[in-house]
């Protein structure tokens, strides 16, 4: 599979089935985050994998969103520099993150799991799940296992609608 073939079969999956997700293929999505580029190369993450299923009760509570824990891995993903700042002005952790959250995203669809990006969640009751301290930054979450659903594609907007060429 091609990246654009990819980007396009990609969906946010909201209903996993319970088989166990193989080690080989998390980690082939694990070195997809450790391979993603980050500001000045630096980094500064931390992705916890949750697997233990009274961790991801706890976690799917603090979240908010119980389709989460019908995955059987939860990955969630910090940065632990957040007083980083590049010089255009954003937080580098923000955006080293998205970039290796999106880069895991979609190698876990080549290896034929799902996911499904989350950045709703109460960041102080998931770090306190899951013991991570004050300073660092939770970033994005993703459950990730096999799909039990195959949803539609949604409506993009056109290139005409979103792209300028030299200026705005």
């Not at 293929?25 to 980050?38: G, I, N, Y």
């Not at 299923?53 to 993903?77: D, M, N, S, W």
């Not at 034929?112 to 950045?119: A, K, R």
Request: a neutral charge; glycine letters at 6%; aromatic letters at 8%.
């Amino acid at each position: 599979m091609d990246v654009l073939s990819a980007i396009q079969g990609r969906r946010s999956i909201r209903k996993y089935n319970s088989k166990a997700v193989e080690e080989e293929k998390l980690l082939k999505v694990l070195e997809a985050a450790r391979l993603s580029p980050s500001a000045r190369n630096q980094q500064e993450w931390k992705f916890i994998v949750v697997k233990d299923q009274a961790t991801r009760e706890k976690l799917t509570e603090a979240i908010g969103q119980p389709f989460v824990g019908e995955a059987p891995i939860i990955l969630v993903c910090c940065g632990t520099n957040p007083e980083s700042i590049m010089k255009c002005g954003q937080p580098r952790y923000t955006v080293d993150l998205s970039i290796a959250t999106a880069y895991m995203i979609l190698e876990a669809y080549e290896q034929g799991l799902g996911t499904c990006w989350l950045g709703s969640f109460d960041e102080n009751k998931v770090k306190e799940v899951l013991g991570i301290p004050e300073k660092i930054r939770v970033v994005s979450i993703t459950p990730l296992g096999y799909p039990e659903e195959s949803p539609s594609p949604r409506p993009r907007k056109e290139l005409e609608e979103i792209i300028s060429y030299d200026k705005y």
